[in-house]
C-alpha cells in the first residue's frame, strides 16, 4: 500500500538529519518561499529530485533569488519550467529592488512570446502593488525597466543592464551571445548577472560551451530533467505496476525507478513518484515521436544530440571507469597540431581493453616545454609513443623535425606510413568498433577524473563535415576538437596496424 504524499514544497522532516549524517551539507528550508509562491504567483514548483547531482525548479529559483550576484544556469528539458521559472526569478528581484534593469533575449519570437506571457501574469498578481506599466516588449516597473525581445544583433545594442536573461541558449546564434557580455554593468545594489536558461539540443553548441567552460566562467549549473517535472501518476492508472505494463512511456519511466532505487526487478514507474507539472500525456506522445537519442538529449538530458558526430557511439556513462584496469602496458600518443599539442597516456590490458589514463593539452607552447611536461609526468613508463607521421616535417628556424626534437628529448615517437593506417576513416572505424563492438561490450575506456575532462570534450564534440544540409561520415576539417581525437587514432592504428583494415566508403550518417 502506497502512503500518502507528502506536500510538493515540503522537504521529508529527516532530510536534513539525513544529509548531516553522510557528511553532506543540509539543505535550506525552503517552505518560506514555496508558501510565498503560493501566495503571490499561484504556483508550486517542482522539488524531487531522481538522479544524483541533479536540482529542481525550485532550487534554482531559490538559489537565483538568494545569490543575486551568482551567475547561474539551468540545463533541463524540454517543457521542464525553464521559462517559467526564470519569468518567476526576474519578478521576485523587481519585487524588491528599485531601479533594476533587466532583459530577456530569447532563442526565437515564440520563445519570446511564451516568457511574455508569463511576465504579464505576474505584473497583475506578484508584482502588482508596484503599478507596473506593461507594454508588448517593455515593462516599466519599480523605477526599472524590464525587456524582452528575440535575441537579435540590435537587442543587444543600447542600454546597459543589470540582469540579462538567455532563455534557450543553444538557439541563439554565437555572435550575439557574444556581444551580449557588452550589455552588463553594475551600480550601487544591483549587481550585474546572467541567467541562462536551457535544454542542451548539440554539441558544440553555447550550452555545451558553458557547461564545458566550468568553472572558470563563474556559473553555477542546475540541472533537472523530464523526470523531476513530470506530474505524478495517479494510483488508478499505474495500478502499482499493472497499469505499467501497457503505457508507451513504460520503459524509461521503469529505468529510472530501478535505477533510483537500486532494484532490477521494480514493475512501478518512477511517474508514481514524481510531483511535477508536465503532464503525463504530452510526455507520451513526446515519446512516441521521438528517437532515443533526441529522447535521452532533450528529455532526459544524458547527453546532448549525437547527429553530426563522428563518435556517436561514446557516452560518458557508458566509458567512464572510476580507475583502470590491472597490469597494464603503458602508451603515449601525440598530435602535434599547428597551435595545439596533446598528448594522451593510455594502458592496455591483456584481454586488449584500452584505458585513456590522462590527456594534456596545451596552446602555443614550444616543444620543449611539452618534452619537459611528459618527462615529469607520473606515467613515465611507457612502451611506446605514438604520433602523427605529419611530424616528419623539418622547421625552417631550427631543421629539425618535431620527431627529431622529441628524439632529442629523449622521447623516441614511433609513426606508420602505411597507407591503410594513413586512412583517416580506417582509423576512425578501429575506434568506433573499440566503442561499440558488434559483439560484446566496449574495450575503450577512459578513467573518470579531472585531467580527462578535455578528452570527454572532444569526444563528445568531434563532428563530421556537413553537405548540403546532410553530415557525411568525413570530420570535418578544421575544427576545434580534433586534436584528441586524432591523438587517439594514432594509437590504434599503430597498434592494430596487424589488422585487415579495408577501405571504408563515403557514406552518410
Request: proline letters at 6%; glycine letters at 8%; aromatic letters at 8%.
Amino acid at each position: 500500500m502506497m502512503s500518502k504524499p507528502r506536500t510538493r514544497c515540503q522537504p521529508a522532516p529527516d532530510r536534513a538529519e539525513r544529509s548531516s549524517a553522510k557528511g553532506e551539507p543540509s539543505r535550506p528550508d525552503l517552505r518560506p518561499l514555496c508558501r510565498m509562491l503560493r501566495t503571490h504567483f499561484d504556483l508550486v514548483l517542482p522539488d524531487k529530485s531522481f538522479t544524483p547531482g541533479h536540482s529542481t525548479p525550485l532550487r534554482f529559483v531559490a538559489d537565483a533569488i538568494t545569490n543575486s550576484h551568482q551567475d547561474m544556469a539551468a540545463w533541463a528539458c524540454r517543457s521542464g519550467l525553464k521559462t517559467l521559472s526564470a519569468s518567476v526569478i526576474a519578478a521576485c528581484e523587481f519585487s524588491r529592488t528599485d531601479g533594476l534593469e533587466a532583459r530577456v533575449l530569447s532563442g526565437s519570437q515564440a520563445q519570446a512570446g511564451t516568457l511574455y506571457e508569463y511576465w504579464k501574469r505576474w505584473c497583475t498578481s506578484a508584482l502588482s502593488e508596484r503599478r507596473p506599466l506593461l507594454r508588448r516588449t517593455r515593462t516599466e516597473v519599480g523605477g526599472g525597466r524590464m525587456e524582452i525581445v528575440a535575441a537579435s544583433q540590435a537587442a543587444v545594442r543600447g542600454p546597459k543592464v543589470h540582469r540579462l536573461f538567455e532563455d534557450e541558449l543553444d538557439e541563439i546564434d554565437p555572435e550575439i551571445d557574444r556581444a551580449a557580455v557588452g550589455m552588463l554593468a553594475s551600480s550601487p545594489g544591483r549587481p550585474a548577472r546572467t541567467v541562462y536558461t536551457s535544454t542542451w539540443h548539440r554539441s558544440g553548441g553555447l550550452m555545451g560551451k558553458l557547461i564545458d567552460n566550468r568553472p572558470a566562467n563563474g556559473v553555477k549549473l542546475h540541472k533537472w530533467n523530464v523526470w523531476e517535472v513530470i506530474e505524478r501518476c495517479p494510483p488508478e492508472r499505474h495500478d502499482n505496476g499493472a497499469g505499467c505494463r501497457d503505457c508507451p512511456l513504460r520503459k524509461p519511466c521503469l529505468v529510472k525507478s530501478r535505477e533510483r532505487h537500486g532494484d532490477p526487478d521494480l514493475l512501478l514507474g518512477i511517474a508514481a513518484e514524481a510531483e511535477g507539472l508536465f503532464g503525463i500525456d504530452d510526455a507520451i506522445k513526446a515519446f512516441s515521436k521521438l528517437d532515443i537519442d533526441t529522447w535521452r538529449a532533450e528529455y532526459e538530458c544524458a547527453r546532448p544530440t549525437a547527429r553530426g558526430l563522428v563518435y556517436a557511439a561514446f557516452d560518458p556513462q557508458v566509458h567512464a571507469l572510476p580507475r583502470a584496469g590491472e597490469a597494464l602496458t603503458i602508451y603515449r600518443a601525440i598530435d602535434w597540431g599547428v597551435a595545439t599539442f596533446v598528448c594522451l597516456w593510455l594502458g592496455e590490458d591483456k584481454r586488449g581493453n584500452v584505458y585513456v589514463l590522462d590527456t594534456y593539452q596545451a596552446e602555443n607552447a614550444t616543444l620543449g616545454r611539452h618534452a619537459a611536461y611528459i618527462h615529469g609526468h607520473r606515467l613515465s613508463d611507457v612502451a611506446a609513443t605514438y604520433c602523427d607521421p605529419a611530424g616528419r616535417n623539418r622547421n625552417d628556424q631550427t631543421g629539425l623535425s618535431a620527431i627529431e626534437a622529441f628524439a632529442q628529448a629523449g622521447i623516441p615517437c614511433t609513426y606508420t606510413l602505411a597507407p591503410e593506417a594513413r586512412e583517416v576513416r580506417n582509423g576512425i572505424q578501429l575506434v568506433r568498433a573499440a566503442l561499440r563492438p558488434a559483439a560484446g561490450p566496449p574495450t575503450l575506456f577512459y578513467v573518470d577524473h579531472g585531467g580527462n575532462r578535455p578528452f570527454v570534450q572532444a569526444m563528445l564534440n568531434y563532428r563530421n563535415r556537413r553537405v548540403n544540409g546532410v553530415y557525411i561520415d568525413e570530420p570535418q576539417d578544421p575544427q576545434e576538437h580534433e586534436h584528441i581525437p586524432d591523438a587517439l587514432r594514432y594509437f590504434y592504428v599503430n597498434r592494430r596496424r596487424s589488422s585487415a583494415i579495408g577501405v571504408v566508403r563515403l557514406g552518410m550518417s
